[in-house]
């Protein structure tokens, strides 16, 4: 059985080119963001708006126009409504 040694050259370059990869990869991905953080910072901004705005349709932000009046107000309930809460003692302390 024949083992095969290692030199520290060896080692010291497959290291070398391990890093230089890596560090190309950094580079290269630095460089993308730099030159499209517009677009990625109006792509974010356009995400979080519409996740906020949800089925609203976007009103003044391009989308569909909101609904013009309240129809939901004019018709009758046809729930009651919760009451106002009473005014009480209310944890225990007294109310004079």
């Not at 730099?34 to 009103?59: F, H, P, R, T, W």
Request: glycine content about 14%; some cysteine; aromatic content about 6%.
């Amino acid at each position: 059985m024949s083992c095969k040694k290692f030199s520290f050259n060896n080692i010291a370059n497959v290291i070398s080119i391990a890093s230089g990869v890596s560090l190309a990869g950094i580079i290269g991905v630095g460089s993308y963001v730099y030159l499209n953080k517009d677009a990625i910072i109006q792509d974010v901004k356009d995400a979080a708006i519409e996740s906020v705005m949800g089925g609203m349709g976007g009103g003044a932000l391009g989308g569909s126009a909101l609904p013009i009046g309240a129809p939901d107000l004019a018709s009758p309930q046809t729930q009651p409504q919760a009451s106002a809460p009473v005014p009480s003692a209310g944890l225990g302390v007294p109310t004079f």
